[in-house]
């Protein structure tokens, strides 16, 4: 298997390189939390809708923390782990968290502006909202938000308006959606040699996530609808980041993130057992037939193992 190592400048210009889509990621965090702070369109309501009776609770099956250990932390770690420990590749290293940061910071972007440009009740709205006893709806009417006598200004009262879709649902699938995607890539799971442990590896991120999403319907806090539609975005998203950086998961070398951005890309790799002569040389030529050999190995599709 060859190896391929970088110096500390040109990881300096890897991710330089990039910096348009670190740039891009962190301008999509800044207008989530700024789009956070924005009262949600209040939907007019049935004071009869049994859907909307179900009880508030503080406390939840996976709270905040916990998803963020669970969608960002794990797969950093799993990408870190392949790229650096097993492939040794800084540029896999680099490829797989740009993308998942892309999945991640679209994700929540696009789920909160959905929220709050819908603004669906949850489930648990009419206890966030305590109307006034004995209110009933106006003939052929609905009721709004007006009628609720909790403070309007509160996290809990708006909160109670952005349903649609479910946030945990749609985080916890951008993110283990691209994990599952990043080691579908690395196993070659569609190279039609029918290895069935590898389905079971690649399912079994979208199982994490759908227990995520499971778990805010056992709170109350979403509708089927939300976290269905959700997990859609979530894994959509995923895909598009994953695509961004790496090949197709059919293609044949679909453990290989795409080409760095240099001008010169034939002085980025070198064997761990190439002579410094050969590097300078193809540094200095910029030949391009040395930078293909350098960077693309052989597989073994056939052998059932991840070839890293």
Known sequence: MLGMRFSSSLKRRLFVSYGKDWLLVIIMIIIFFGIDLIAPFHRQFSINDTSLMHKYTENESVPVWLLVVIAILAPVLIIAAVS????RSWLDFHSGLLGLAVALSLTIMITDVIKITVGRPRPDMLDRCQPPPGIENPPLLLLDYT????????YKFKDGFKSFPSGHSSFSFAGLGYLAFYLAGKMHLFDEGGHTYKSFVFCFPFLGALLIAISRLHDYRHHWSDVFIGGII???FAYFAY???YPSLAAQYSQKPFPPRFNSPSDLFTHENQTNDLEAAAVETGD???AECTYTDSIDS???LIDL
Do not use: F, K
């Open 84 to 87: 650096l420990g097993i492939r």
């Open 147 to 154: 009628i609720c006598t909790e403070d309007h200004d509160t």
């Open 234 to 236: 979530g894994t959509a």
């Open 243 to 245: 695509r961004q950086y």
């Open 288 to 290: 391009p037939d040395y």
């Open 302 to 304: 056939s052998s059932g």
